[in-house]
């Protein structure tokens, strides 16, 4: 956390910690992290589709139906969790 800190772009622009930084650097620091957290979210969904789509073709041979159950659900816990940190970061 502190190297996040010291490497973030208010820090760079002159302020010395995270806890130090006047308000609007500290506002611009929040949004430059909010919105690269959005970036991941959106990424991460277009995997998680990907991963679904691929175990969806497992769920057709019987053989491998607990696995791919398991994981498909793991799956959907994980893109509502994603979906749920869009909606936070926009709110």
């Known amino acids: 956390a502190r190297a996040a800190a010291l490497a973030s772009p208010a820090v760079a622009a002159g302020a010395h910690a995270i806890w130090k930084l006047p308000p609007r650097a500290l506002w611009e620091d929040l949004a430059c992290r909010l919105c690269a957290a959005g970036r991941v979210a959106a990424e991460a969904d ?26 498909t659900a793991c799956v959907a816990r994980l893109r509502a969790a994603l979906h749920q940190l869009a909606v936070d970061v926009v709110s």
Do not use: C, N
């Open 46 to 71: 277009d995997a998680l589709i990907a991963a679904a789509l691929a175990l969806s073709g497992q769920l057709a041979h019987t053989y491998f139906m607990p696995f791919a159950l398991v994981a």
